[in-house]
């Protein structure tokens, strides 16, 4: 996870459909600070700006963090990882515990994606909310992957910094669930239903 490769400050391919959802969950929910976990070049937290949140931005890979902080110089950036005290990164922000944590395209490419909760919980607020993302993968989606012979495209173990682990509704609910969150919405996001490209699943801290 520390050298993901990130060479510009284009949007990744992933916030075309990723992001109006991730958007549209805060919207509802309106919380005031969001902290984007992973947040790769800074383009979601530059997204989470405009619409009207306070936002920072963490993440592992030195290049992605210097990429955000001269391309988005109003937001503030850390590099720090999941495997990290989260107390470090309260220190450095400075203002608090945040009331919502977005985590985009993130889980799939850790080794032990329990740090990613855990590390979440650390830094909100009793009942805030943890927003996932990560590449759907449901009964339909995968037959179809079988059928149209696409397994070893999608599965490809030929990625440097690529996916680890591939989840599920279930799965992802229930590493939510067993690290103090109870979850409270789920969105497929892209494409059409039960073939959906990622999966929002939106969850609330317990106290």
């Not at 992001?19 to 530059?46: E, F, I, M, S």
């Not at 955000?68 to 937001?75: D, E, G, K, M, S």
Request: charged letters at 15%; one cysteine or more.
């Amino acid at each position: 996870m520390g050298n993901y490769g990130w060479e510009t400050a284009d949007s990744p391919q992933s916030c075309n459909y990723v992001t109006p959802g991730v958007l549209g969950v805060l919207a509802r929910h309106k919380p005031t600070r969001v902290l984007d976990l992973g947040c790769g070049n800074g383009q979601l937290c530059a997204q989470i700006s405009l619409a009207g949140h306070e936002v920072a931005g963490m993440e592992y890979d030195k290049a992605g963090v210097e990429i955000a902080r001269a391309t988005h110089p109003a937001i503030p950036f850390f590099q720090f990882g999941v495997q990290d005290d989260p107390g470090l990164l309260l220190a450095a922000e400075g203002r608090g515990l945040f009331d919502a944590v977005v985590s985009t395209e993130v889980v799939e490419h850790l080794f032990a994606p329990h740090l990613l909760p855990q590390y979440a919980s650390g830094v909100l607020r009793t009942g805030g909310l943890l927003l996932v993302t990560t590449p759907y993968h449901g009964y339909l989606k995968n037959l179809a992957l079988s059928i149209f012979g696409m397994w070893d495209f999608h599965h490809t173990a030929l990625w440097h910094g690529g996916h680890v682990k591939f989840w599920s509704r279930a799965t992802l609910t229930k590493l939510l669930n067993e690290n103090g969150f109870d979850v409270i919405e789920f969105h497929g996001v892209g494409r059409v239903a039960y073939l959906w490209k990622s999966m929002l699943l939106v969850a609330r801290k317990r106290a």
